[in-house]
């Protein structure tokens, strides 16, 4: 077993073995986020699918209201007007072939690629560089889209994609730990609605079975998920 540094050992101490009230939760996470830089919300979501199962799979995006925290640097594979498009709409990297050419030689200074379909066959070939990554476009996480405008603006305004591992687990960043208790509620509840909103056709029994948050590197704080998913927009707001 790996070694528990003093720091998270005190941090846990703080952490009863309880079902966290989601705000309550929230101001817990902050509170254990003592490292020297600022540290992510994470949120660790066990689902009781099998995503060995095509109709037990879950990928799919959301939009957080307060944003990411984070500055997202967008990449866009286009051809013709659509790279002046995508320049005009704020993309951080624009190209085409030549770009493709430059990410296979290791080129990898984005967080996110989107590119239009008619480039599709040829990023393609790119699977293998960009799909360990998450970084490889794909229609179902909105990064493949003649919409360039639409898709630069909404992922850099707070629109994460996320999926399910194989073990049924979603792990997802909702927010810094330098936003509000109540921002990060706000995230949150866009998670849980979502996760409800793309449950798989296949999903049978019991879909919500843990519901995790914590900081980078701070512990682990158990959420009531019937609580998050009783409130109402208006008390999450």
């Known amino acids: 077993m790996p070694k528990i ?3 998270l050992q005190g941090l846990q101490a703080k952490v009863e073995d309880k079902d966290y009230h989601p705000l309550e939760a929230l101001a817990l996470l ?9 540290e992510a919300a994470e949120a660790h979501i066990r689902l009781g699918i099998d995503p060995k199962y095509t109709d037990q799979q879950l990928r799919t995006t959301v939009a957080l209201p307060k ?3 984070q500055i997202v640097r967008v990449a866009v594979i286009a051809r013709g ?15 085409s072939e030549e770009l493709i050419d430059e990410i296979q030689k290791g080129r990898m200074d984005f967080d996110k690629l989107i590119a239009t379909p008619d480039v599709m066959p040829q990023v393609a070939k790119l699977g293998k560089l960009l799909g ?34 194989r073990t049924g687990i979603v792990h997802v960043m ?10 990060l509620l706000v995230n949150l509840k866009a ?34 998920i019937s609580v998050l998913r ?3 927009l208006s008390q999450a707001s």
């Not at 889209?145 to 305004?157: N, P, Q, R, S, V």
């Not at 609605?193 to 701070?218: C, H, L, Q």
């Open 5 to 7: 540094s003093r720091r």
């Open 30 to 38: 902050k509170d254990t986020a003592t490292a020297k830089f600022t």
């Open 67 to 69: 944003g990411t925290g």
């Open 81 to 95: 007007e659509k790279v002046n498009e995508a320049s005009s709409a704020g993309a951080d990297l624009v190209g």
């Open 132 to 165: 360990p990554r998450g970084l490889m476009p794909s229609p179902k996480g909105g990064t493949v889209t003649f919409d360039l405008a639409g898709a630069i603006a909404e992922f850099k305004a707070g629109k994460l994609e996320f999926r399910a591992d």
């Open 174 to 183: 909702f927010g810094k730990t330098t936003f509000s208790p109540e921002d």
């Open 191 to 224: 998670l849980q609605e979502t996760i409800d909103r793309n449950r798989p056709s296949g999903a049978k029994g019991r879909y919500w079975r843990t519901f995790y948050v914590s900081a980078t590197m701070g512990p682990s704080i158990k959420l009531d």
């Open 230 to 232: 009783d409130l109402k």
